[in-house]
């Protein structure tokens, strides 16, 4: 497959227009970041000006390294070349009671010795004065004296380096503010930065080209091993001995090409060793993997140990495909600004639902990929990768695609038309008089995201694991038209028939919500409308219909009476999506008492009710409505669609009865 | 002489290994089938060291979807790991191929006889195959039926072409090709309405050595029998 070419050309292609003093920066190859705590100054000739505790922001450093020094772990870390923690840059460390890590034990003075001589090698390969100062100063094995006499670093009673650091001495010494926990000082990170004169303006050594190009040169000469690359088939090209980790975070040791793994079966038979199962040019490597970094940093979402990525070569914006519509939206006006406005009367004709949701909604995801449209070329291709790991060393690529950008936006709308569905959105509104916030629930149409899916298909307090792979079933339905998974739709319908199993009522709302989305998703064919279908004459919707006329009838009647209790319907509806005949008998037989009542204080509503009522009856076909059997979940979309219906008509009946509209009470939350 | 058979093999589950990520265990599959899994499929079917398969062009029926598996694969040293594989699901294909002589197999020149091979190859196809057919790996297994090349409509037929990055082609072995080597091919594939068209082996132009490997040879009498002989018994 081509995504390690693709990952070559995007950092081909962005490198032009990238800095790397950015909080997400493209590294050039052979370098990584590292957050450092003391820069140390150093003048042309190698001596000690000044040094100072870096603040949090400033802390990202880029660092030059080898191959083995940036996937570096266990107890025998190989040191970096040029700014390292100071059992490696420090020649005193020892002399302060510095303790090395314990696989160094042995030879205590290993660390040091090594990380002198690789920067020996390469001031001598190429003499930059700045990299001269730094060898220079070294080699005085006087940095830790040094930090101490300035005030940078801390020494107790014995004068050696402290073992316990405590809240005031962080305080006192800054440099120490960003140990964590147990950590000593031994771990602190210095950085350098040389001051040549006038003439040089910038001092520090990370955004020096000069010296990362020097590294970079130095380290490629290196080298030795050379072969065929498997990527750009081209022979004779330095090889990558081992791969670049760090992918995901800076603490993920997760690699995804690994290289020499001999424990296994997994190139054993024909080839008797891993060179010879595949080679990777270092160039092309390093490229990738730093392209992938710096993506999933910028623009990855991340679940657990899933990270899904989406970019175009070129680096223009795309939207991200696991976000619900509305999130999709207030990205896209983020980072395009104004959207262009659609052609309206091509989403008339086109649109099959012409309902006001329905229009409104298309009018909008219209006008979203419009605006990306404008700004994506015809040969701009989208990539959609996947990445998961089943153990912490090696990552697997789960999913990839590679799309036309048109391609990807068609499909990106045909999901979010397709699954689009009223749901309960909080809004915040400020106010500018009283500089005040209310957050308001609005109902708004929107697809649902596979996390919101998940949610509502597993409960809240769903495990990262389920979420993590709900998600990746979902991402195969958005890019690839695959069905919606029918147990996911189950479950939804399940959940949300069962109103007793949730805390607060914009919860179960959300929840009916997300199953009708999903349940009018995976089935497009008989296109179910946002809004209420008067004609449609299916078992199912009407049943739900009249559940939702009785639901509201009762709270009308309750309402009246001051009552605060649940409404019968509310009770039993999920005992009515099991056995709807008989439980209508028993809910129709229990409204009686209530239109008593609002008999003699709500006559028009009553009567408006009643002709409802006989309508909906009307529409059955006999047979159907006398069979008991089990309702799909075609019952919610009509339930939803009557209450949104009723909840409109509301405001106008209340109007004429002059009281306060009780559907607001209802959705305040209880 | 006749040469050339069509089938289609089908499968629920097929892997067609990145080299890129199989050395790490995380296996994930090619889009499409490889030179060398449709040549092991076509010899999975009939195959005599006489001759050599040639696959001349695949089409794909069905859409490229992928799915994910977690898999806990055995350790040298004993106990076992964990892993994701990438599959292709549901894939289908109609391979066209045709069969060569292996003109360095001099010990098996009296076994080049016109129309044998071919008839017993329409055969092997008609009952899907003499031995397990298998897509890529030995676990995802395929099935074989005898089928008319462009017959029926696939996902791709109206599309342009798509083409993919350098990808592995084949293995030349040293029976096939006659030197005392074993190297890997790799070429660039075009699909175009469906089909992709492989190029001969020989016309590969990306290779590389992997390592010295001796073919076996055939010895009447004792690696192999005549047919008569086998019958006195």
Same mark, same amino acid.
């Given at each position: 497959m081509s995504w390690i070419q693709e990952l070559n050309k995007t950092y081909d292609k962005a490198l032009k227009g990238v800095s790397i003093q950015q909080d997400a920066p493209l590294l050039p190859i052979c370098h990584t970041t590292q957050n450092a705590h003391i820069e140390v100054t150093l003048d042309g000739s190698g001596s000690f000006l000044r040094a100072r505790? =870096? #603040?949090?922001?400033?802390?990202?450093?880029?660092?030059?390294?080898?191959? *083995?020094?940036?996937?570096?772990?266990?107890?025998?870390?190989?040191?970096?070349?040029?700014?390292?923690?100071? !059992?490696?840059?420090?020649?005193?460390? =020892?002399?302060?009671?510095?303790?090395?890590?314990?696989?160094?034990?042995?030879?205590?003075?290993?660390?040091?010795?090594?990380?002198?001589?690789?920067? !020996?090698?390469?001031?001598?390969?190429?003499? !930059?004065?700045?990299?001269?100062?730094?060898?220079?100063?070294?080699?005085?094995?006087?940095?830790?004296?040094?930090?101490?006499?300035?005030?940078?670093?801390?020494?107790?009673?014995?004068?050696?380096?402290?073992?316990?650091?405590?809240?005031?001495?962080?305080?006192?010494?800054?440099?120490?503010?960003?140990?964590?926990?147990?950590?000593?000082?031994?771990?602190?990170?210095?950085?350098?930065?040389?001051? =040549?004169? *006038?003439?040089?303006?910038?001092?520090?050594? #990370?955004?020096?080209?000069?010296i990362l190009d020097s590294w970079i040169m130095f380290y490629e000469n290196s080298k030795e091993k050379y072969g065929m690359c498997f990527v750009t088939g081209a022979d004779g090209v330095l090889l990558a001995e081992q791969h670049p980790a760090k992918i995901r975070n800076s603490g993920d040791k997760a690699k995804l090409i690994s290289s020499n793994d001999t424990s296994g079966f997994t190139f054993r038979g024909r080839f008797l060793d891993a060179d010879q199962a595949c080679g990777v040019g270092f160039e092309v490597s390093q490229k990738a993997h730093n392209a992938l970094r710096w993506l999933i940093q910028r623009q990855g979402l991340r679940s657990d140990d899933l990270t899904v990525v989406s970019w175009t070569t070129s680096g223009k914006k795309i939207p991200s495909p696991l976000l619900n519509t509305q999130e999709m939206i207030d990205q896209a006006l983020r980072e395009l600004g104004v959207l262009p406005t659609a052609d309206e009367s091509e989403i008339a004709h086109g649109h099959p639902d012409n309902s006001d949701y329905g229009q409104t909604f298309a009018l909008r995801l219209r006008k979203m990929v419009a605006g990306y449209t404008v700004t994506l070329g015809p040969t701009d291709g989208v990539i959609v990768m996947a990445l998961d790991s089943a153990t912490p060393g090696r990552m697997a690529i789960t999913y990839y695609r590679e799309l036309t950008g048109s391609e990807f936006l068609t499909r990106l709308q045909r999901w979010h038309s397709k699954v689009a569905w009223p749901l309960p959105l909080s809004t915040k509104d400020t106010f500018t008089d009283t500089e005040s916030t209310r957050v308001r629930v609005v109902w708004i149409p929107c697809a649902p995201s596979p996390r919101d899916v998940a949610e509502s298909a597993f409960g809240r307090r769903i495990t990262e694991k389920l979420m993590k792979a709900t998600q990746e079933r979902m991402l195969s339905c958005i890019i690839d038209n695959a069905p919606v998974p029918q147990d996911l739709v189950e479950r939804c319908i399940h959940r949300a028939s069962n109103r007793a199993g949730f805390k607060n009522n914009i919860e179960w709302q959300k929840a009916i919500g997300i199953a009708c989305a999903l349940y009018k998703g995976s089935n497009n064919e008989r296109s179910y409308s946002m809004a209420l279908e008067p004609e449609r004459r299916s078992r199912d919707y009407l049943y739900g219909r009249l559940l939702a006329i009785a639901e509201h009838i009762e709270a009308r009647a309750l309402y009246v009476g001051g009552e605060d209790r649940d409404t019968n319907a509310a009770k039993l509806m999920q005992r009515f999506a099991d056995h709807p005949f008989s439980t209508w008998r028993i809910i129709e037989g229990g409204l009686t008492p209530y239109k008593t009542r609002l008999q003699s204080r709500r006559a028009p509503f009553l009567h408006q009710m009643k002709v409802l009522l006989d309508d909906v009856h009307s529409l059955f076909v006999t047979a159907e409505f006398n069979s008991d059997n089990r309702l799909s979940g075609e019952y919610l979309l009509g339930y939803h669609c009557q209450r949104l219906e009723l909840r409109k008509k509301a405001d106008v009946v209340e109007d004429e009865d002059k009281s306060v509209n009780i559907n607001d009470n209802e959705e305040k939350g209880e | 002489m006749r040469n050339a058979i069509e089938f289609t093999v089908? /499968?629920?589950?097929?892997?067609? +290994?990145?080299?890129?990520?199989? &050395?790490?265990?995380?296996?994930?599959?090619?889009? %499409?089938?490889?030179?060398?899994?449709?040549?092991?499929?076509?010899?999975?079917?009939?195959?005599?060291?006489? &001759?050599?398969? %040639?696959?001349?062009?695949?089409?794909?029926?069905?859409?490229?979807? +992928?799915?994910?598996?977690?898999?806990?694969?055995?350790?040298?040293?004993?106990?076992?790991? &964990?892993?994701?594989?990438?599959?292709?699901?549901?894939?289908?294909?109609?391979?066209?191929?045709?069969?060569?002589?292996?003109?360095?197999?001099?010990?098996?020149?009296?076994?080049?006889?016109?129309?044998?091979?071919?008839?017993?190859?329409?055969?092997?196809?008609?009952?899907? /195959?003499?031995?397990?057919?298998?897509?890529?790996?030995?676990?995802?297994?395929?099935? %074989?039926?005898?089928?008319?090349?462009?017959?029926?409509?696939?996902?791709?037929?109206?599309r342009a072409e798509i083409s993919w990055g350098l990808m592995f082609h084949g293995f030349d072995y040293p029976d096939e090709i006659g030197k005392p080597e074993f190297r890997a091919r790799f070429w660039i594939p075009k699909m175009e309405k469906g089909v992709i068209n492989f190029v001969a082996p020989s016309e590969c132009e990306v290779r590389k050595f992997i390592r010295e490997m001796h073919p076996k040879h055939f010895t009447e009498g004792s690696t192999f029998r005549n047919v008569k002989e086998g019958m006195d018994q």
């Open positions: 505790a =870096l #603040s949090k922001d400033e802390r990202q450093t880029v660092i030059p390294c080898t191959e *083995t020094s940036a996937s570096r772990s266990g107890r025998k870390p190989v040191s970096h070349p040029l700014a390292d923690k100071l !059992q490696y840059v420090a020649g005193d460390f =020892l002399d302060y009671g510095g303790e090395v890590t314990s696989g160094y034990a042995d030879n205590p003075g290993d660390p040091h010795e090594s990380y002198l001589e690789l920067l !020996q090698a390469w001031v001598k390969n190429d003499p !930059q004065p700045k990299t001269n100062a730094v060898l220079r100063y070294v080699k005085k094995k006087r940095l830790i004296k040094d930090l101490i006499a300035h005030y940078v670093l801390p020494v107790d009673s014995k004068g050696k380096l402290p073992r316990t650091i405590d809240a005031e001495l962080k305080k006192k010494y800054p440099a120490l503010s960003n140990l964590v926990g147990k950590e000593l000082p031994d771990s602190i990170f210095i950085r350098w930065a040389v001051e =040549l004169g *006038t003439g040089a303006p910038d001092a520090s050594l #990370s955004n020096d080209r000069n | 089908r /499968g629920v589950f097929a892997m067609f +290994t990145d080299p890129l990520t199989k &050395l790490g265990g995380e296996k994930c599959s090619y889009q %499409v089938p490889t030179y060398e899994a449709l040549k092991g499929i076509t010899k999975s079917i009939y195959w005599k060291p006489t &001759l050599i398969w %040639v696959i001349d062009r695949v089409r794909i029926m069905n859409p490229i979807q +992928t799915q994910t598996r977690g898999i806990k694969p055995l350790n040298y040293g004993g106990g076992n790991d &964990l892993a994701i594989y990438t599959f292709l699901s549901k894939v289908e294909y109609q391979v066209q191929a045709h069969f060569e002589w292996n003109e360095f197999r001099e010990e098996l020149s009296a076994d080049r006889i016109d129309g044998k091979h071919y008839e017993m190859a329409l055969r092997a196809v008609e009952r899907g /195959g003499r031995q397990d057919v298998f897509l890529g790996t030995r676990d995802c297994q395929g099935y %074989v039926e005898p089928c008319k090349f462009g017959s029926g409509s696939g996902e791709y037929d109206n």
